[in-house]
């Protein structure tokens, strides 16, 4: 079992029925386990330790993430959140787009403040080194967009799926953020692309880091993540084009500025 303490134990909880599925995500699902908790587990097998390291330390230090109560192998059994995602709430416009870049830029924010762990997500130790700025080397979660984040009474907008979570560069997250959210703006064929495009403009005008020097690097992984269903993949370029097209605009204006 793993808890706080991130300490595997021989006996772990592994409900034989997990229970009623409540998401079916690209590389996981999630089960019921009653009102007070859910079992995330990874189709694949995959372990979910290292993610549950960084979750326990950004909860520890006050960012609002489930609670995880015990891990082992590919299953993770945590607190379950109740309320629509962000994205659910911005289609049913209970959720201004203004107010979702809002909400996703403080998110980044809150999670690119938070001390670092003395370990990593993969349980290697870190250096200690100081990094040059608190941006170049931060908590970040690679995967922060509209459906990732539920709007909860107790915890305010909560951050899931840390999958991707890991020690890097503020730029790069908020690159990752733009990306994906482009990717829904240049699909010509979408109910959402519009919106997308003012939720993207508005993000980068409140995010406050340049993804510029980041977005090559964002592309590749995106490009590369093997959940993408076929016709993603595609857009991934134009994405790219688009979120240097509006970071020009942003980052460039004479208005602009960026967090140290």
Do not use: K
Not at 34 to 51: F, I, K, N
Not at 53 to 81: I, K, N, T, W
Not at 140 to 166: F, K, Q, R, S
């Amino acid at each position: 079992m793993c808890s706080a303490g991130i300490a595997p134990d021989a006996a772990p909880h592994a409900p034989a029925v997990p229970g009623p599925v409540l998401a079916a995500g690209r590389d996981a699902d999630v089960f019921a386990l009653d009102e007070e908790r859910v079992l995330r587990r990874y189709r694949s097998g995959r372990s979910a330790l290292g993610e549950v390291r960084l979750m326990a330390h950004a909860r520890s230090h006050g960012f609002p993430v489930p609670e995880v109560y015990s891990a082992q192998g590919p299953d993770l059994e945590m607190e379950r959140l109740h309320g629509p995602t962000l994205l659910q709430a911005m289609a049913a416009d209970e959720v201004s787009i203004a107010d979702g870049a809002a909400v996703l830029a403080e998110l980044h924010t809150r999670l690119h403040t938070v001390p670092l762990p003395a370990v990593a997500g993969d349980g290697s130790a870190r250096s200690g080194a100081a990094p040059a700025s608190r941006l170049d080397q931060c908590l970040v979660h690679l995967d922060l967009h509209p459906a990732n984040i539920i709007l909860t009474e107790p915890h305010g907008p909560a951050l899931v799926d840390w999958a991707n979570a890991t020690i890097g560069p503020a730029g790069l997250d908020v690159a990752m953020t733009s990306v994906i959210i482009a990717e829904v703006a240049v699909d010509a064929g979408g109910a959402y692309s519009r919106a997308a495009r003012a939720l993207l403009v508005s993000f980068l005008a409140l995010a406050g880091v340049d993804p510029r020097p980041h977005l090559d690097i964002a592309a590749q992984r995106r490009a590369h993540n093997t959940t993408l269903v076929p016709g993603e993949r595609e857009l991934v370029p134009l994405a790219q084009e688009l979120v240097e097209h509006y970071a020009d605009i942003a980052f460039d204006s004479p208005a602009s500025g960026t967090r140290p």
